[in-house]
Nanobody
Framework: QLQLVESGGGLVQPGGSLRLSCAASGFSLDYHAIGWFRQAPGKEREGVSC????????KYADSVKGRFTISRDNAENTVYLQMNSLKPEDTAVYYC????????????????????WGQGTQVTVSS
């Protein structure tokens, strides 16, 4: 059974860092691009970042460029999102997703394009 499990969320002060993990089970991530999304209360789910199956291509939302870094460890069947210089506006539930469009093109940040999702992990940035 295909499953994605996010972890690593929590409460952090502004300027702090967190590393989120997206662990896959029931299938291999080797041939899948992965997307990270987030959804804040009262807002629509938005694309944060994606990484191609090889790791050679990555995309970031403008709001997180220079602060977030996506990476993958296919041996661990896990994708990571390193989040630095966190701001209160980064507060949201963060989700990973697979079976969407290739990361190198358009559409990577559209939630409707992805078929499988994790349950999400809460990130709260507050002093």
């Amino acid at each position: 059974q295909l499953q994605l499990v996010e972890s690593g969320g929590g409460l952090v002060q502004p300027g702090g860092s967190l590393r989120l993990s997206c662990a896959a089970s029931g299938f291999s991530l080797d041939y899948h691009a992965i997307g990270w999304f987030r959804q804040a209360p009262g807002k629509e789910r938005e694309g944060v970042s994606c990484i191609s199956h090889s790791g050679g291509s990555t995309k970031y939302a403008d709001s997180v460029k220079g602060r977030f870094t996506i990476s993958r460890d296919n041996a661990e069947n896990t994708v990571y999102l390193q989040m630095n210089s966190l701001k209160p506006e980064d507060t949201a539930v963060y989700y990973c997703a697979v079976d969407g469009p290739p990361c190198g093109g358009s559409g990577w940040n559209r939630p409707a394009e992805y078929e499988h999702w994790g349950q999400g992990t809460q990130v709260t940035v507050s002093s």
